[in-house]
């Protein structure tokens, strides 16, 4: 299984909601990132779990919380959003936290706040 | 503070071989580039990577010049359905962790 899933694939939320995305991974990968792509740019780095211990924060405003219950699986907590957060939110893993040599990412939540 | 330059975009016949270009002059002797690629409407795919010497793979081939100033990446046989965004990236180590730098991207339609 080389497969990366996020779920939901879209969802739309208002600003005092609260949501959650949710990454998946089975093949075993120790590091784990979650990405954010506004439209025609490149993906921007969120945030970096290595062995389940968040190692890179990319200066995420704290309405971003994210959680790595186990090696599996990834969580960001979404709360009070600005209709500027939406973007596609990516989830990627790789092997090895030190060595980036390939990581592979999910199809991504496409995230509208209203 | 991307490191990378690419054109915006480019065309390519079907079944002919796309060179996608890529400067990064300010690259360091350990600073490895990669390159992804990104169809509409999916995540980031993973296509090569590599230091200084040339690199081949079943998707791709990728040549760095002598001074590593900028690389090229080969898609020998170009299909409809490499048409997307390919992204050059250069790998810098910040502290302890290894981050990708991206770039801008090149957006590369192949025609029939």
């Known amino acids: 299984d080389t497969e990366v899933t996020q779920t939901p694939k879209h969802l739309v939320m208002g600003m005092t909601n609260k949501k959650s995305l949710k990454c998946e991974q089975h093949?075993?990968?120790?590091?784990m990132y979650w990405y954010k792509q506004k439209a025609k740019k490149p993906p921007e780095l969120m945030f970096v779990?290595?062995?389940?211990?968040?190692?890179i924060n990319e200066s995420v405003p704290s309405r971003f919380s994210p959680e790595c219950p186990n090696s599996s699986l990834l969580n960001l907590h979404l709360h009070a959003l600005q209709p500027e957060d939406s973007a596609l939110y990516l989830c990627?893993?790789?092997?090895?936290?030190?060595?980036?040599?390939?990581?592979?990412f999910g199809p991504g939540t496409r995230l509208t706040v209203l | 503070d991307a490191k990378t330059t690419q054109p915006p975009s480019m065309d390519c016949a079907e079944g002919r071989a796309a060179n996608l270009p890529c400067n990064h002059s300010?690259?360091?002797?350990?600073?490895?580039v990669y390159w992804y690629r990104q169809i509409h409407s999916q995540g980031p795919q993973y296509i090569i990577h590599?230091?200084?010497?040339?690199e081949t793979n079943e998707m791709a081939s990728l040549i760095i010049t002598e001074d590593r100033k900028s690389s090229t990446l080969i898609l020998p046989h170009a299909t409809l359905r490499d048409t997307a965004v390919y992204y050059c990236?250069?790998?810098?180590?910040?502290?302890?962790?290894?981050?990708?730098?991206w770039g801008a991207g090149t957006k590369l339609i192949i025609k029939p």
């Open positions: 590599g230091l200084k010497n040339n």
């Open positions: 990627a893993s790789s092997q090895d936290p030190q060595s980036y040599n390939e990581q592979f």
């Open positions: 300010t690259i360091s002797g350990n600073e490895y």
């Open positions: 990236i250069v790998r810098v180590l910040r502290g302890s962790n290894y981050q990708l730098i």
């Open positions: 093949m075993g990968h120790r590091a």
């Open positions: 779990y290595s062995y389940e211990k968040l190692s």
